[in-house]
């Protein structure tokens, strides 16, 4: 299947500062890409829908100055968390559409990354 | 919009039995049904999926039972195994018009299961 690789896995980093987050889709050229917020014990929450070469769209009560989604080429997009605080420590999760429709129902996810704000 | 309900929340059982999980749907023009398993600490990984052209679709011990007529679908794990734990997703998909003509569209995912599969 489909590929989808994050970078990192892991970060602690410091309240005020900021965090950047990569999204890859290693074996397919993804037009689309998506950013999900995951709290313990709970579902997938859409952030933002991401398409190359385009500003993203982001759901309804996420801030787009604070969570900056960059999708530069078919194989890449970036997350970062601007001035980051304790309330944004969380497990982000990206996915990438197989399809071409954009339907956005063929997703495969990477493996997500725990960012810790101290 | 796509409204998407599963049951049970948490599932537990003997080695060796099945497990059904079900999910519901709103949107009568859904035509794509992925199911997902998510391991602790991991992204979801997709396990099997179907689309409305057909009722039912097997891998192995693992099959997805599609009901168009009634707006839901299930997933049946057979022969459970301890590595079978883990929290499971449905999604369905929801589509909305963009200003050029052409559509978005995103995955509404249930709440979960989580699933345990005691030796």
């Known amino acids: 299947g489909a590929v989808v690789s994050q970078h990192p896995s892991r970060v602690i980093c410091k309240s005020g500062t900021s965090v950047k987050i990569e999204c890859r889709s290693l074996d397919f050229q993804a037009t689309t890409m998506f950013w999900y917020r995951q709290f313990p014990k709970q579902s997938l929450m859409l952030m933002a829908t991401s398409n190359e070469g385009s500003k993203a769209t982001y759901e309804q009560g996420v801030e787009k100055d604070k969570f900056l989604i960059n999708h530069a080429s078919l194989t890449l997009s970036t997350l970062t968390v601007t001035s980051a605080h304790p309330e944004d420590s969380s497990f982000y999760i990206c996915s990438a559409d197989t399809g071409t429709s954009g339907r956005g129902d063929t997703q495969y996810f990477g493996p997500g990354t725990r960012l810790t704000v101290l | 919009g796509e409204n998407v309900e599963q049951h049970p929340s948490t599932l537990s059982v003997q080695e060796g039995d099945s497990a059904v999980i079900k999910c519901t749907y709103s949107d009568s023009a859904s035509n794509y049904f992925p199911w997902y398993k998510q391991e602790l600490g991991k992204g979801p990984q997709l396990i099997i999926d179907i689309r409305s052209n057909v009722g039912e679709k097997k891998d192995q011990r693992i099959a997805v039972t599609l009901n168009k007529t009634a707006k839901h679908f299930s997933l049946h794990i057979t022969e459970t195994q301890p590595e079978d734990s883990a929290v499971y997703f449905c999604?369905?998909?929801?589509?909305?018009?963009?200003?050029?003509?052409?559509?978005?569209?995103?995955?509404?995912f249930g709440k979960g299961t989580k699933l345990s599969v005691k030796p």
């Open positions: 999604a369905a998909p929801y589509l909305w018009p963009m200003n050029y003509g052409g559509s978005q569209g995103n995955l509404i």
